[in-house]
């Protein structure tokens, strides 16, 4: 790859999507809507919000948007302990969600993407990878 080319793709921003990427993105995050109110919802609220002292947010947080495998192991295996989302500490349980690998990317991909946040596409072979 030439130094150049190289360089572009560091500039965020520069690089976008292919259009068939950025379309099965917006039917991921479709889906994913779906899934995040019959399972999210209740306890990090309509707007992503969480519930302070309970709940993390998952709207612009910094925990959730660091670290793509990290957000798939909470939602397959659960996630239980101390956390700190945009620096406020958490001390709880979450249980891991009975989801297969579409499910997880698409919520993943509806979470990642709303209330501020911008993530990258999760896809099916990430999920499985880690899974595994």
Known sequence: MQPLLVLLLLIPGYWQPI??????????IKRGNK????????CHMVTGQGIPGAFPPLAKSDYLMADSIRAITTITAGLSGEITVNGVTYFGEMAAINLDDQQVADVLNYIRNSWGNK?????????????D
Request: net charge negative; glycine share 4%.
């Open 19 to 28: 259009p068939q990427q950025a379309a099965a993105l917006d039917e991921s």
């Open 35 to 42: 899934i995040y109110q019959n399972n999210c919802q209740a």
């Open 119 to 131: 993530g990258p596409f999760i896809n099916v072979e990430l999920v499985k990878q880690a899974r």
